[in-house]
């Protein structure tokens, strides 16, 4: 059975920092790009960061440049989102996401968490 399982959210002031995870269970984490997505209240769900199945190359929404960082460790099956300097506008739920193309169904996979809060405020 896949899961993916959020935590790390929670209630912040503006400038604090989270550091988000995400474990995998259920299927080849190791062959799965993994991402990190946020939607807030009345909002689309949008992009914020990805990382390749090696880790070796990672993207981040133009919002959180500088600020948020995506880490993976295989061993260990297991995405991260660091989040520094956190303003107001983060507050969102994030949900983890894992997606790889299968060449045996011939069809792109995805899977998603359950999400987890995270509230920016004073």
Do not use: H
């Not at 993207?59 to 061993?75: H, L, Q, W």
């Amino acid at each position: 059975q896949v899961q993916l399982v959020e935590s790390g959210g929670g209630l912040v002031q503006p400038g604090g920092s989270l550091r988000l995870s995400c474990a995998a269970s259920g299927f080849t984490f190791s062959r799965y790009d993994m991402r990190w997505y946020r939607q807030a209240p009345g909002k689309e769900r949008e992009l914020v960061a990805t990382i390749t199945s090696t880790g070796g190359s990672t993207n981040y929404a133009d919002s959180v440049k500088g600020r948020f960082t995506i880490s993976r460790d295989n061993a260990k099956n297991t995405v991260y989102l660091q989040m520094n300097s956190l303003k107001p506008e983060d507050t969102a739920v994030y949900y983890c996401n894992a997606e790889a193309f299968s060449p045996v169904l011939k069809q792109l996979l995805r899977y998603w968490g359950q999400g987890t809060q995270v509230t920016v405020s004073s």
